[in-house]
């Protein structure tokens, strides 16, 4: 008997897990994320696990060379990870997650964990990357929709809060991130709330 009722509460707690893993594909069903192990990234030496939902998302730019494949922007990621680790002293790539020039979303410090992006903000907010640099260009409209369905994904996966804000980089630190061109985009975002915000010094 006692066997039959723990068969029976796995086989609950499998349904149980299989529906959440349903509800969070379907939340998550328009962005393409690429895993850390997918591009080879290193492991990361440390990272504090981030309080969630979180209810800030800060966009910036890389200010690096564009990608159009998956391939050059694994490759990317591995750049900006080795530079982050050995010039910055990080010790991972900074920023949550990176939208590729190839429209698909690059998994850093992932959902779970904290990034090292905006500094002040890092224990409560995702840093969002944009490849390239968007002082003057435009992101290509499929980087745009990657970056806005990854927030859909978040919200209904609940890392991102409902009374969520979104800013961009210089909003809270003393930079031109995520350079003009997108940041007059962000601007007509529903999310959007700019700043600056409290503790910005430049």
């Not at 494949?69 to 997650?97: P, T, V």
Request: net charge positive.
């Amino acid at each position: 008997m006692l066997n039959m009722k723990f068969s029976a509460g796995k086989g609950i707690l499998f349904f149980l897990v299989n529906i959440c893993l349903l509800e969070l594909a379907a939340a998550c069903s328009g962005v393409e994320i690429i895993s850390r192990s997918q591009w080879s990234s290193l492991p990361p030496s440390k990272k504090n696990v981030i309080s969630r939902p979180v209810k800030h998302v800060i966009i910036a730019h890389t200010v690096t060379p564009q990608c159009l494949s998956k391939d050059a922007c694994s490759a990317q990621m591995r750049n900006m990870q080795r530079f982050h680790i050995n010039l910055e002293g990080w010790g991972d790539i900074g920023y949550n997650f990176v939208i590729g020039g190839d429209g698909k979303v690059y998994e850093g410090a992932g959902w779970t964990k904290e990034g090292i992006h905006t500094y002040g903000w890092n224990s409560k907010s995702y840093g969002i990357a944009f490849v390239g640099n968007y002082q003057q260009a435009i992101p290509s409209a499929k980087m745009l929709k990657a970056a806005r369905s990854l927030i859909v994904c978040g919200i209904k996966s609940g890392y991102i809060a409902d009374n969520r804000e979104l800013h961009g980089a210089r909003d809270a630190t003393c930079t031109a991130s995520p350079g003009d061109k997108l940041y007059e985009i962000i601007k007509h975002w529903p999310m959007f709330k700019g700043g600056p915000l409290d503790g910005y010094k430049c």
